[in-house]
């Protein structure tokens, strides 16, 4: 079964919106930290934003938040002022503390940022 | 400066060849990963060292062998390797937790 569930292949977004990437996830681990990765067409991962499963607050980090809500095991991520440079693959990703640190990522989703 | 550095960057090799695929990392992290990202499917997770020791191994044919001699390096050796291995392949970081992982550029590997 899908751990991580990114349910839009792509998206596009007018420069300067903002946008939401959705993704869902799976697990019983009660322990679970989310992650989101960009990666430019150059192939790099670049680490943006992390949840942990235990965090009251939404992580931010600069353009990037992300909406947690845990009940609905969702952990959305949202780019505001949406840049050029913004255009990549975008992943969710999630760690099970209590099962050997395994990581799963999501299918990706693909952003591309209208002039 | 990714802390998570991976030679070569590119690799074409026949399916007879025998070659390695070299990860360092500068970042003082515990743990090493190897994944690989072909094209539409997601990310998969393919070996996971912890100090030294391997801690998973996600149903990888033999023909892929890594090696972690020390907590900064790591090694993929390939041998035999099928058209179907052709992917790009990443090398990633982290500390042990719920510490996110840091990757390296990649290798794209292409088997002729």
């Known amino acids: 079964a899908q751990k991580i569930t990114q349910t839009q292949p792509g998206m596009f977004v007018q420069e300067k919106e903002a946008v939401t990437l959705d993704c869902t996830y799976d697990?019983?681990?009660?322990?679970?930290?989310l992650f989101w990765y960009k990666q430019p067409s150059s192939g790099e991962m670049i680490f943006l934003i992390y949840q942990g499963s235990y965090d009251q607050q939404n992580a931010t980090e600069g353009r990037y938040s992300l909406n947690f809500q845990k009940a609905r095991k969702s952990a959305n991520l949202v780019i505001s002022a949406s840049q050029l440079g913004d255009s990549a693959m975008y992943f969710c990703a999630m760690r099970e503390i209590n099962n050997n640190n395994d990581m799963r990522f999501g299918a990706g989703t693909r952003l591309t940022v209208k002039p | 400066e990714t802390g998570v550095t991976q030679t070569p960057r590119h690799l074409v090799m026949g399916m007879t060849n025998k070659k390695s695929l070299k990860c360092e990392q500068h970042?003082?992290?515990?743990?090493m990963y190897w994944y690989k990202q072909s094209a539409k499917k997601p990310l998969e997770l393919m070996f996971v060292?912890?100090?030294?020791?391997?801690?998973e191994n996600n149903s990888v044919p033999s023909r892929f062998s890594p090696e972690c001699p020390n907590s900064s390096h790591l090694f993929l050796h390939l041998h035999t390797l099928q058209p179907e291995d052709s992917a790009l392949y990443l090398c990633?970081?982290?500390?042990?937790?719920?510490?996110?992982?840091?990757f390296g550029d990649g290798t794209r590997l292409s088997i002729l």
């Open positions: 060292y912890s100090l030294e020791e391997r801690v």
């Open positions: 697990t019983s681990d009660p322990s679970y930290g």
């Open positions: 990633a970081s982290s500390q042990d937790g719920d510490q996110p992982q840091h």
């Open positions: 970042l003082g992290h515990n743990a």
